[in-house]
């Protein structure tokens, strides 16, 4: 075995030249859950002179852990003749590395990390099939807060990761690659900007070493219009770039920004998934942000959880119920009420939050998420599903464990539940002010909100069971629901009315509308989702509308074929899912 040590610190280069993030040395400062890096430089005659030290692959490390699990990490440039290996170890111990290199005195050489125990819980990953964990095998409480990494300066982007840290936060979000910063991602020969990456870098290392998760966008809209990513010769070197240069963080990549307004956004959006699946050695979480939902996208297989940003809570509510991925919802709403809506809204579709920055800038909505954090660390976030045996409100819940409400108008709830003692607590998604209740036991807990005057959330846990079981390892006490879809048309309680005839109009507004052909307790509340997809031109399903009526216009990338499929998904008051499909000729 050749060891690697004496070398390679004998050729960094000064730290006048270094990155002006500068991460923990692998082999001094390794800690489990947080990143550090190798660096390694060669001389001019090392490498032929026809090699791109961007595009060129020069060296690799094997990272081998403890428990023998591996990840291999692909060198990136970093200006001069300098190359970088970022990586974070998953666990504490001892962890040998293994080089292969086009340069020579590189290759075939090995050596050991000394990794500390730490703290951090590590990286992010989907568990419980709707929720999270972290690689130290613990639930992990998403929520995240954007921010536009590049046009805020450091001190003033470093003030606001600590107040997002304090607001309970535990991830943020932001795009890697954007024209609208003062340098631009690639110079004129297209390679790596090593100023825009150096000050990108600056802002990753501080919310890094804060803790958070890193949701990337890789791109947003200002770049996409470039026009880059279009051409697959520029796309996949600079996206193996991102992958090497922040794939050895604690991310999650969320695609390209608002994917539905970018045409032939699917085959861009599946290329480019797929090139992560193949590239990203931790295969960290996989999505695309969006308008209305990446969903439409699942058929293409490279995505595990899903981006859904529409304000009403029917889209997250019925998705839930008809896929099998965790689901982030997007909150654009600024209003506080609105704002809070939303908030808890998707918490009680089972959705975890992500919250824009100009939400953020509204004081009144911080401190509803500071109240939505403290109530959500003391449940069981990571097994709560919807619950629908509840009116007056939206539910979740863990069956005979806890129950959490969300009366978004003031009024009667009323919340069925299994017979046993429980400590049930009114909660002001406002300001957190609680009011307990006496110890209820009981079947059917009716009782009207404290005022009229706002939303509440009623808290129903019992106490003692939830300690108890937090006493032993319990991750996943209860089997997740997987529901049976009812396709049967002479079982489903509607029918659609709108669109009448066997005809919709490409370029005006097309009414939509179901009657309730079986009236009974199940179907008193439904939700709808309408969906139009017109498979010969492969851009996939658009969201037409939301509701059981009101208008839909088809969208311009649907306007290409003779015929759309109209696809409604809904759920009843019970939660059963039901799907009716419905062929249309389309006219201009």
């Given at each position: 075995m050749h060891y690697l040590g004496r070398i390679v610190w004998a050729l960094f280069l000064p730290l006048s030249v270094l990155s002006a993030a500068s991460f923990p040395s692998c082999t001094q400062s390794a800690r489990s859950g947080y990143a550090c890096e190798l660096s390694f430089n060669w001389s001019a005659r090392e490498i032929p002179q026809s090699s791109s030290p961007y595009k060129d692959e020069l060296l690799n490390v094997e990272f081998r852990s403890p428990q023998a699990k591996t990840y291999l990490m692909r060198a990136f440039w970093d200006g001069d003749q300098m190359l970088r290996v970022r990586f974070t170890p998953t666990e504490p111990g001892s962890w040998t590395y293994h080089l292969t290199s086009s340069i020579h005195r590189y290759d075939n050489?090995?050596?050991?990390?000394?990794?500390a125990a730490s703290?951090?819980?590590?990286?992010?990953?989907?568990?419980?099939?709707?929720?999270?964990?972290?690689?130290?095998?613990?639930?992990h409480l998403w929520l995240s807060a954007a921010a536009p990494f590049l046009e805020i300066d450091q001190a003033t982007f470093e003030t606001w990761l600590d107040a997002r840290k304090h607001d309970g936060f535990t991830h943020v979000r932001g795009p890697l690659l954007t024209m609208n910063a003062s340098a631009k991602p690639l110079d004129a020969d297209d390679v790596p900007n090593l100023a825009y990456f150096a000050a990108l870098d600056d802002r990753i290392l501080a919310a890094e070493s804060r803790g958070f998760t890193l949701d990337l966008l890789l791109a947003d809209e200002s770049f996409v219009k470039s026009g880059i990513l279009d051409d697959w010769?520029?796309?996949?070197?600079?996206?193996?770039?991102?992958?090497?240069?922040?794939?050895?963080?604690?991310?999650?990549?969320?695609?390209?920004?608002?994917?539905?307004d970018t045409p032939g956004s699917r085959a861009l959006l599946r290329d480019m998934g797929s090139f992560l699946q193949k590239n990203d050695s931790y295969q960290h979480p996989r999505s695309t942000d969006a308008r209305a939902?990446?969903?439409?996208?699942?058929?293409?297989?490279?995505?595990?959880?899903?981006?859904?940003?529409?304000?009403?809570?029917?889209?997250?509510?019925?998705?839930?119920?008809?896929?099998?991925?965790?689901?982030?919802?997007?909150?654009?709403?600024?209003?506080?009420?609105?704002?809070?809506?939303?908030?808890?809204?998707?918490?009680?579709n089972g959705e975890y939050p992500s919250v824009s920055y100009q939400s953020l800038r509204n004081e009144?909505?911080?401190?509803?998420?500071?109240?939505?954090?403290?109530?959500?660390?003391?449940?069981?976030?990571?097994?709560?599903?919807?619950?629908?045996?509840?009116?007056?409100?939206?539910?979740?819940?863990?069956?005979?464990?806890?129950?959490?409400?969300?009366?978004?108008?003031?009024?009667?709830?009323?919340i069925t539940l299994p017979r046993h003692k429980y400590n049930p607590a009114w909660v002001n998604p406002a300001s957190g002010e609680e009011i307990p209740l006496k110890n209820y036991k009981g079947e059917v807990f009716s009782q009207q909100t404290p005022d009229s005057s706002?939303?509440?959330?009623?808290?129903?846990?019992?106490?003692?069971?939830?300690?108890s079981m937090a006493r032993y390892y319990y991750f996943e006490s209860q089997d997740p629901p997987v529901q049976e879809i009812e396709t049967d048309p002479t079982k489903i309680p509607f029918d659609i009315v709108d669109p009448a005839g066997d005809q919709v109009f490409a370029s005006v507004a097309n009414p939509f509308k179901i009657k309730i052909t079986r009236a009974n307790r199940a179907s008193r509340m439904m939700q709808f989702v309408w969906w139009g997809e017109v498979v010969a031109g492969g851009a996939g399903a658009r969201l037409l509308g939301l509701g059981s009526f009101g208008n839909f216009t088809v969208p311009p990338e649907l306007r290409t074929g003779s015929t759309i499929n109209i696809r409604l998904l809904a759920i009843n008051a019970l939660g059963k899912v039901y799907e009716l499909d419905k062929v249309y000729r389309l006219a201009p």
């Open positions: 050489q090995e050596s050991t990390i000394a990794v703290d951090a819980p590590g990286i992010v990953a989907v568990a419980n099939l709707r929720h999270w964990r972290t690689s130290n095998k613990k639930p010769q520029k796309r996949n070197p600079l996206l193996q770039y991102l992958i090497s240069r922040y794939g050895g963080l604690n991310v999650s990549w969320q695609g390209i920004e608002h994917f539905e939902s990446s969903s439409p996208l699942i058929p293409d297989g490279w995505m595990n959880f899903l981006i859904e940003a529409s304000p009403d809570p029917q889209l997250g509510a019925v998705e839930h119920q008809f896929t099998q991925m965790p689901e982030v919802h997007v909150i654009n709403a600024t209003d506080p009420s609105a704002f809070r809506h939303e908030l808890w809204d998707c918490t009680t009144a909505n911080v401190r509803a998420v500071a109240v939505w954090s403290k109530v959500m660390a003391e449940t069981r976030h990571w097994e709560l599903e919807p619950y629908f045996d509840v009116a007056g409100a939206r539910a979740v819940g863990l069956n005979e464990v806890e129950y959490l409400a969300y009366a978004g108008k003031p009024g009667i709830v009323e706002h939303d509440w959330i009623l808290n129903v846990p019992r106490e003692g069971l939830l300690e």
